[in-house]
């Protein structure tokens, strides 16, 4: 599908506010069927041009400066600070929002002279990419950077991509699939419904939801093409609209771009986002027929999978019971570990074994359908959580955890059950129990031993590398970190800890410690804030190597 304009905020009838600069409504039910806005950033043209200079300078000079863009561009900072932007952000992820310590720059470069005349719609899979190219061109859910985590439905994680040059069709924006941030996973019959936004200017950014299926598309110009990609956090569990609307039922919105009706997961997406009552977001058909649900979980239809989902967490507390039955039948299969995968001759990972089987991977981590459902029943769900929690298969704990993460607050009576699971052996059930403690966000402290623990003492049994240099021990002090983030402790209380997290030699941990350290909390004292100020000038970059001086 292509995109001549029409559904950018600019043409939207009803556009951002350039003071205030939250979403409406409308945007943001966009944004829950769709997981796409385009956004017109609002920065001034001199502010693009620079960062153009200043890339192009990079790409051909020195090297791909990864999550050391800021430093190394300081300008971007107009860009995530530009009101449309912050406002966004504040819409569909709180207004404390979190920037992630990740980001990167993909460039896209021209096609060799004899491919430029190659006729593309948008939904191709796989098409070519010019030489030196970082995008990837395949259809593709990003996981998490740089070991999984779980896929949400609702909105904990998102994405800004900027792009600092005009970007028409024949230079390849990045493209998506709407609606493929609620799927397990992708499928061929997904590609044709790809959507290619047109007439990017300098200074558009694209708003997509974490999960959502993208791409990059061949750059069939002279021209290098530059998008940068921001990934933002979450830190609160929503307790009103965060965007600049009414408090309202959901409704669909006037116009949308997936091909699938999921009105029962975006309704209680809605209600989540603004703080209502998981126990009576949806309204259920008097009669159901609850193993026909049962059975539909987990399949490969995704309007099918996605509507039992919703439905069996809307009936309550009578499948409640049905669903712990069907959880419970995937236990003793050990998937706790992942499946294997192999790359195909387009730059695919494809899964060796049973493609929609669900099972931890280290590239992201769909649950079984069965967690979600249970998660999303809120309240009522918690107590039969507790006790399948104390089931010794970890699979079943990973997931049982996971729900109670989605519940949030009400779940916090679950923390001492969660704590005893910090000493698993397992890395898998360790970083998804961080996670749900995290998700809770109330009675922290409940678990703060545990995590001191985690984040202070060695574990020799985690330090293989899995991917990308990163140990399950890297990646478990990042979710303890983000954990106590958006947990309810003083920071007073843990700020010897955050201080300690600075030394960290992995990047990650060190840049939630100083967001936890610089952040004010209900004005608290804060000691630590020079602490934090110091370290960050130790660890400013040097500009003066960009003109290609050595400085000795």
């Not at 005349?117 to 030489?131: I, Q, S, V």
């Not at 985590?149 to 994680?157: C, D, L, S, T």
């Not at 061949?218 to 990609?229: A, E, G, L, P, Q």
Request: proline letters at 6%; aromatic letters at 8%.
């Amino acid at each position: 599908m292509r995109d001549d304009g029409a559904y950018s905020n600019r043409n939207m009838g009803n556009s951002v506010n350039r003071i205030g600069m939250k979403l409406n409504d409308e945007q943001i039910r966009r944004f829950i069927c769709d997981g796409v806005l385009v956004l017109d950033s609002g920065v001034a043209p001199a502010i693009h041009e620079a960062i153009y200079e200043k890339i192009q300078w990079n790409n051909t000079r020195e090297f791909n400066m990864g999550n050391n863009v800021l430093p190394r561009v300081p300008e971007l900072q107009h860009i995530l600070d530009a009101p449309v932007i912050h406002g966004a952000m504040q819409s569909v992820l709180g207004d404390d929002y979190i920037l992630h310590p990740h980001r990167f720059m993909h460039a896209s470069e021209p096609l060799a002279i004899e491919d430029c005349d190659l006729l593309l719609k948008g939904d191709e899979h796989g098409t070519p990419m010019g030489e030196g190219s970082s995008g990837a061109s395949v259809w593709h859910q990003d996981g998490q950077c740089p070991l999984a985590r779980a896929r949400y439905h609702v909105p904990r994680i998102a994405m800004v991509l900027y792009f600092p040059q005009d970007t028409p069709f024949e230079r390849g924006p990045t493209r998506v699939i709407p609606g493929t941030q609620l799927q397990a996973g992708l499928y061929e019959e997904d590609y044709p419904f790809a959507f290619v936004p047109g007439a990017i200017k300098a200074g558009t950014c694209l708003l997509i939801a974490f999960d959502i299926a993208h791409a990059a598309l061949s750059n069939r110009t002279d021209v290098s093409r530059y998008m940068f990609k921001f990934v933002f956090l979450r830190s609160r569990n929503p307790i009103a609209p965060s965007w600049a609307g009414s408090d309202v039922d959901w409704q669909p919105p006037s116009q949308r771009l997936g091909r699938f009706e999921h009105d029962r997961a975006w309704s209680y997406i809605w209600n989540w986002m603004r703080g209502a009552s998981t126990d009576s977001t949806i309204d259920p058909d008097p009669v159901q027929d609850i193993p026909t649900l049962i059975a539909s979980l987990n399949e490969h239809d995704q309007a099918t999978r996605l509507d039992a989902i919703y439905t069996l967490a809307a009936i309550g507390i009578d499948a409640i019971q049905p669903l712990c039955t069907s959880l419970l039948s995937h236990a003793g299969l050990q998937r706790e570990f992942g499946l294997r995968y192999h790359e195909d001759e387009k730059g695919s990972f494809i899964p060796d074994g049973d493609p929609y089987e669900r099972r931890w991977s280290e590239i992201a981590i769909a649950m079984q359908d069965e967690a979600y459902a249970l998660g999303a029943m809120g309240e009522i769900a918690v107590q039969p959580l507790v006790e399948l929690l104390k089931h010794d298969d970890a699979w079943i704990q990973i997931n049982v955890a996971f729900s109670l993460g989605e519940i949030g607050a009400p779940a916090s009576i679950a923390m001492p059950q969660l704590t005893q699971l910090l000493d698993h052996k397992r890395h898998q059930v360790v970083r998804t129990t961080l996670d749900a403690i995290g998700c809770i966000g109330t009675d922290t402290g409940v678990a703060l031993g545990a995590i001191r623990k985690l984040v202070t003492v060695d574990n020799s049994y985690w330090h293989k590398t899995i991917t990308r240099g990163w140990t399950s021990e890297d990646q478990i002090r990042f979710n303890a970190l983000y954990a106590l983030l958006n947990g309810d402790i003083p920071i007073a209380e843990i700020e010897d800890l955050l201080m300690t997290c600075l030394e960290d030699s992995n990047g990650y941990v060190p840049a939630l410690a100083l967001e936890a350290l610089t952040r004010q909390r209900d004005g608290e004292e804060r000691p630590g804030l020079q602490r934090a100020l110091s370290f960050l000038k130790a660890h400013r970059f040097d500009d003066s190597l960009a003109e290609g001086q050595r400085v000795f």
